[in-house]
């Protein structure tokens, strides 16, 4: 991408790159001259060839300028979830060994709060007004008023260098630093739908830590193209930001479709410039959908760790449960426990390659025991059960793992369990994820408390919602005699998917009710 924007701003400078809902705009020029700024900034820093920096900085061009600066360095950039405080900010700083942070200023008190933990982290550079933080050495950009030569000369990078590290919830442990190459990104082209005149502009409301926030800005960059930035996605505020900046393509992740589907019928929601959506999942009603907006739906499927594989462009949905296509170039196969290959109509685990090199993850941040089990004899293992139908089409079923699905997130249910059994009162706990009204998972915990012990859930969950990301707090909690275990003593979390809500406490109900509704195993 470096080397792309260095053409671009040759090529055409005046063309507009970013613009920031109710912001700023930047064109290819004017952000390749703040990337140069910014490494400036980042030589002040230390930062170097081969240096891990991490950055909190929500979704805007200045996160992007950073991401792209550290890149033009060959340094190794860790985007941050904005929500991430206290134990779970200090794992993935220290997990991630980054030296740097940059963070704006409005992150400054969070990281003040958790500097005593923090193991490797030297530097804070801050984006506004500084403030001390005991035990790093605090800058910010006033030391870097030049751009840096760096940016004068096309950069040589290649689709084997590194990208960036998206972290990934763990389904047994805690998340993994995924490390992704440029190759990958470049796999991720075409998945929008966008034409390749340069026309398009994507919305994107996504935050700069998943995919979703970095793949339309590198498709913008490949194809000419403009990408819109929000800070956070609003129902509210959708198709009137569509309209304002003419954009034509977006994704909707999780329940995002539905929301917007459910809002009151408006004369002006057909007035804008969207011609494509690629929704994941599609809800059911994509039909009407799309006559009611007057958007296609496209829609696919993918991993941090191995690319898009599946897809299906616009106007080649076969039904809402499928993720399209094998795309040229992908290979895969749905195999069972054994490693046996299934015929069609069979469910088994998804194993995926590519023909292209670099089209998969480097492998797992500083985890070379976890990288050689997903990447075994040539194969990336999802974890992932999916099944194929005698037309091509193919459908994810489950999640062989136990991550959770959530407004957009992939949450470890190591992770929310790790918060959960803090709680005074509560002994052994498992996360699992039940259906929703939306078509994504909520999360529900069951929890056996400590012999004597009266737990409180409204106490509990107002325990969750101050020590939690809101996306990972539970909505259910179901308090048991005793979890159920297998004979080699893991919880048998499908039997409590299977038993669903009926008698949890539902945090949703302000009342506190227990639910009665049942629900089907997810």
């Known amino acids: 991408m470096p080397t792309m924007l260095f053409?671009?701003?040759?090529?055409?400078?005046?063309?507009?790159?970013?613009?920031?809902?109710?912001?700023?705009?930047?064109?290819?020029?004017?952000?390749?001259?703040?990337?140069?700024?910014?490494?400036?900034?980042?030589?002040?820093?230390?930062?170097?060839?081969?240096?891990?920096?991490?950055?909190?900085?929500?979704?805007?061009?200045?996160?992007?300028?950073?991401?792209?600066?550290?890149?033009?360095?060959?340094?190794?950039?860790?985007?941050?979830?904005?929500?991430?405080?206290?134990?779970?900010?200090?794992?993935?700083?220290?997990?991630?060994?980054?030296?740097?942070?940059?963070?704006?200023?409005?992150?400054?008190?969070?990281?003040?709060?958790?500097?005593?933990?923090?193991?490797?982290?030297?530097?804070?550079?801050?984006?506004?007004?500084?403030?001390?933080?005991?035990?790093?050495?605090?800058?910010?950009?006033?030391?870097?008023?030049?751009?840096?030569?760096?940016?004068?000369?096309?950069?040589?990078?290649?689709?084997?260098?590194?990208?960036?590290?998206?972290?990934?919830?763990?389904?047994?442990?805690?998340?993994?630093?995924?490390?992704?190459p440029w190759g990958e990104f470049y796999s991720a082209i075409d998945i929008y739908g966008c034409r390749k005149d340069g026309s398009d502009a994507l919305y994107t409301p996504f935050p700069t830590n998943h995919m979703s926030g970095k793949v339309p800005i590198f498709d913008m960059a490949a194809l000419a193209g403009r990408a819109v930035l929000r800070r956070r996605f609003s129902t509210t505020e959708f198709w009137s930001d569509v309209r304002e900046y003419r954009c034509t393509g977006t994704i909707l992740l999780g329940g995002v479709a539905v929301f917007l589907n459910n809002e009151p019928k408006a004369p002006e929601e057909r007035d804008h410039s969207m011609h494509t959506v690629l929704m994941a999942p599609v809800m059911d009603e994509y039909r009407e959908f799309e006559k009611r907006f007057g958007t296609t739906v496209m829609t696919g499927y993918g991993m941090s760790e191995c690319g898009f594989p599946f897809l299906a462009p616009p106007g080649t949905l076969a039904n809402s449960a499928a993720c399209g296509r094998l795309r040229d170039g992908w290979h895969v196969r749905i195999v069972n426990a054994a490693g046996q290959v299934l015929p069609a109509g069979e469910v088994g685990e998804l194993l995926v390659r590519c023909d292209r090199p670099h089209a998969i993850m480097l492998g797992y941040l500083d985890r070379p025991e976890a990288t050689a089990e997903a990447l075994r004899d040539g194969w990336f293992h999802t974890g992932d059960a999916f099944r194929v139908d005698d037309g091509g089409n193919y459908y994810f079923v489950d999640r062989i793992k136990d991550a959770i699905r959530r407004r957009g997130e992939n949450i470890s249910s190591f992770e929310v369990e790790s918060f959960v059994a803090r709680f005074p009162g509560v002994g052994e706990c498992a996360a699992v994820a039940v259906p929703s009204e939306?078509?994504?998972?909520?999360?529900?915990?069951?929890?056996?408390?400590?012999?004597?012990?009266?737990?409180?859930?409204?106490?509990?969950?107002?325990?969750?919602?101050?020590?939690?990301?809101?996306?990972?707090?539970?909505?259910?909690?179901?308090?048991?005699?005793?979890?159920?275990?297998?004979?080699?003593?893991?919880?048998?979390?499908?039997?409590?998917?299977?038993?669903?809500?009926?008698?949890?406490w539902d945090r949703g109900d302000r009342r506190g009710r227990a639910s009665r509704r049942p629900v089907a195993a997810n």
């Open 7 to 180: 053409d671009r701003a040759q090529a055409t400078p005046d063309s507009v790159f970013l613009e920031e809902v109710g912001g700023r705009s930047a064109n290819y020029a004017e952000f390749v001259e703040q990337v140069g700024r910014f490494i400036g900034a980042l030589r002040a820093a230390g930062a170097a060839e081969g240096s891990r920096v991490a950055v909190l900085v929500p979704q805007s061009i200045e996160a992007h300028v950073v991401w792209l600066a550290v890149a033009w360095l060959r340094g190794w950039e860790v985007p941050i979830n904005n929500e991430f405080h206290g134990d779970m900010l200090a794992y993935l700083l220290n997990d991630s060994k980054a030296t740097i942070l940059v963070a704006t200023d409005e992150f400054v008190p969070t990281i003040k709060a958790i500097a005593d933990r923090l193991e490797h982290l030297r530097t804070l550079l801050v984006l506004g007004e500084p403030e001390d933080v005991p035990g790093l050495d605090v800058i910010t950009l006033d030391r870097a008023a030049d751009v840096d030569p760096a940016v004068e000369t096309r950069p040589d990078l290649e689709d084997g260098d590194v990208a960036t590290i998206i972290y990934t919830s763990g389904t047994t442990g805690p998340s993994k630093g995924v490390i992704l």
């Open 438 to 504: 939306t078509g994504e998972d909520e999360i529900m915990v069951a929890f056996v408390a400590v012999e004597g012990a009266a737990v409180d859930m409204g106490s509990l969950a107002q325990f969750c919602e101050a020590e939690m990301p809101a996306f990972m707090v539970p909505r259910y909690f179901k308090q048991l005699p005793a979890l159920p275990y297998t004979p080699t003593n893991k919880v048998r979390k499908a039997q409590l998917r299977a038993t669903g809500i009926e008698g949890a």
